[in-house]
């Protein structure tokens, strides 16, 4: 079964720290690799997203970080500020499938 | 403006009491899809729709139907809802799962099944 291997699965992170987290895929057709971020009581949104041929994607103050050899991808967040408190999904897309990893819920503390 | 629209948002009901979650988005998306979400097992897909007629099983299909007549609607239907089935419940829709494709997700319905 193909699966996206998300960790850690809950993140405590300091105001204005980095925070790092982390996904690994097993499914070499896999072409797009979006993060989502979810608010309570609302669903997830699209935050930011890499495609293969590249190894970074900066947008403000996030980034990820994309390492296909090993095929882990990565989500930081510098300058963490308590509203970005929420959980952060990875995801995989290939081959008409949207593969989900399980979801970090991050704190930040003021 | 875009939305994919769930309803309701809470649903208490009992063991055996047929129920439907409607979903409705206003964006022509060909894709659609339902998730449930559990505490520590991420968004799991229960039933996708490539198009109109066109539905297919997902990671967790049982207990739960879906139809879709037309093209903005994609409601799901548990016939005889268990306990097991409490849960977060997500609507998604999207041109497609391609490159580049951005899934828009509904409010959510959080269903209790006592």
């Known amino acids: 079964q193909q699966q996206v291997k998300q960790s850690p699965q809950s993140l405590i992170v300091q105001k204005g720290g980095i925070s790092i987290i982390n996904c690994a895929y097993e499914n070499t057709a896999f072409d797009y690799f979006p993060w989502y971020q979810q608010f309570p009581g609302k669903g997830p949104a699209l935050l930011i997203a890499?495609?293969?041929d590249v190894s970074e994607k900066k947008e403000g103050r996030f980034t990820i970080s994309f390492n296909k050899s090993a095929k882990q991808f990565s989500l930081h967040i510098m300058d963490s500020q308590p509203g970005d408190s929420a959980t952060y999904f990875c995801a995989a897309s290939g081959n008409y499938q949207l593969i989900w990893g399980a979801g970090t819920k991050l704190i930040i503390k003021p | 403006e875009a939305q994919v629209t769930q309803n309701p948002r809470y649903l208490i009901t009992v063991t055996g009491k047929k129920l439907t979650v409607t979903c409705s988005q206003n964006?022509?998306?060909?894709?659609m899809s339902w998730y449930r979400q559990d505490p520590g097992l991420g968004l799991r897909q229960i039933y996708y729709s490539m198009n109109v007629e066109v539905t297919d099983k997902g990671d967790v299909p049982e207990g739960y139907k879906v139809s879709r007549k037309e093209k903005r609607n994609f409601p799901l239907i548990l016939e005889s809802p268990s306990p097991n089935q409490t849960s977060l419940y997500f609507c998604a829709s999207s041109f497609g799962t391609g490159r580049d494709t951005e899934a828009f997700f509904g409010q959510g319905t959080r269903l209790t099944v006592v």
């Open positions: 890499i495609r293969p």
């Open positions: 964006m022509n998306h060909e894709y």
